[in-house]
């Protein structure tokens, strides 16, 4: 059973830093496309950021150059680190992986297991 679970999530001000962190099991999942999502409340979820199975790394232009994924094969574990927060990035961040070792794009019908989510609150 593949099982995704977030932690790190928490309150920053504008300005801050937080790193998120998601742990997968029953899956090795560095040989899959695997990231990260949010959705803050009343609007639709969005891609953040994806890294394929080789490394390669896609973000969403809103985080561009603020917020950086990677991962950690030995722990399975997929981390978020995000700088210069916004009070926009206010949201419920998701990990998730589809069960393929590329990525079709920022889409978040394309992956297939998924975290129940960390919240993460941005105020001034």
């Known amino acids: 059973q593949v099982q995704l679970v977030e932690s790190g999530g928490g309150s920053a001000q504008t300005g801050g830093s937080l790193r998120l962190s998601c742990v997968v099991s029953?899956?090795?999942?560095?040989?899959?496309?695997s990231g990260w999502f949010r959705q803050a409340p009343g609007k639709e979820r969005e891609g953040v950021a994806l890294i394929t199975s080789g490394g390669v790394t896609l973000y969403a232009d809103s985080v561009k150059g603020r917020f950086t994924i990677s991962r950690d094969s030995a722990k399975n574990t997929l981390y978020l680190e995000m700088n210069g927060l916004k009070l926009e990035d206010t949201a419920m961040y998701y990990c998730?992986?589809?069960?393929?070792?590329?990525?079709?794009?920022?889409?978040?019908?394309?992956?297939?297991?998924w975290g129940k989510g960390t919240l993460v609150t941005i105020s001034s």
């Open positions: 029953g899956v090795t999942y560095s040989t899959y496309c």
């Open positions: 998730a992986a589809a069960a393929r070792p590329y990525c079709t794009g920022l889409n978040s019908a394309a992956m297939t297991y």
